[in-house]
Structures are given as structure tokens and as C-alpha cells.
Nanobody, 123 residues
Framework: VQLQASGGGLAQAGDSLRLSCAAS????????MGWFRQAPGKEREFVST????????YYADSVKGRFTISRDNAKNTVYLRMNSLKPDDTAVYYC?????????????????WGQGTLVTVSS
């Protein structure tokens, strides 16, 4: 499975961005998907996850209420809508796929990773 993340860029505090992650080479509807991020000098951390059917979603406390994960299984794509961006959201954002229908916050449970897309939020 190959994952291609896009949609990152430069934003100002309070702006919105939507990240996309297009999957190929597998049966997308069978995979739970996740978004993670890594800020400069910090460990990679969980952001959000969605079940294969999109029936379940989970968020890190730091983004809850501001970010929304969704997926379109017909387009083999998962999205992360980011509203009310803050400078603390600056990071490289990675999408990941898990060979399971169930979502998880655990990085080690994901089998495939995209290359990351950089989001920079200025104050």
C-alpha cells in the first residue's frame, strides 16, 4: 500500500487547511486510517484515527473540536480538516494505514506510512 499525503502549507493562526491522503495498492475500505504529526525536535504523536467504515473516529485532546477526520472509500482517500490552527500545530503530518477495520491511537499498530506533508502555522 502506498500513501501520498498532500495539502500542507503555510497558514496563519486561525486559518483552516485540509490534508488529503490518497492510498493505492490495497483494499482501502479494509484499512483503518490515522493521522500523526511530528513537530521540530519532538516525538511523533497521534492526531486522529478513523475506522474502515468511518463509523468511529478518535482525536488527540490537543485537536479535539478543531480537527475533523473523514474518508471517502470510493476515492481511496482520507482527509484531515484542520480549523482554528495554532502555531503549536506546526509539524510534518503523516497518514498511516492499518490492516484492520478498527482504529487505534498506537503508532506501532500501523502497517503503512505516507511521506508526510509540512504544515507551518504562524502567529
Amino acid at each position: 500500500v502506498q500513501l501520498q499525503a498532500s495539502g500542507g502549507g503555510l497558514a496563519q493562526a486561525g486559518d483552516s487547511l485540509r490534508l488529503s491522503c490518497a492510498a493505492s495498492g490495497g483494499i482501502f475500505r479494509n484499512y483503518a486510517m490515522g493521522w500523526f504529526r511530528q513537530a521540530p525536535g519532538k516525538e511523533r504523536e497521534f492526531v486522529s484515527t478513523i475506522s474502515a467504515s468511518a463509523g468511529y473516529t478518535y482525536y488527540a485532546d490537543s485537536v479535539k473540536g478543531r480537527f475533523t477526520i473523514s474518508r471517502d472509500n470510493a476515492k481511496n482517500t482520507v482527509y484531515l480538516r484542520m480549523n482554528s490552527l495554532k502555531p503549536d500545530d506546526t509539524a510534518v503530518y503523516y497518514c498511516a494505514a492499518r490492516r484492520s477495520l478498527l482504529p487505534t491511537m498506537s503508532m506501532s499498530a500501523y502497517d503503512y506510512w505516507g511521506q508526510g506533508t509540512l504544515v507551518t502555522v504562524s502567529s
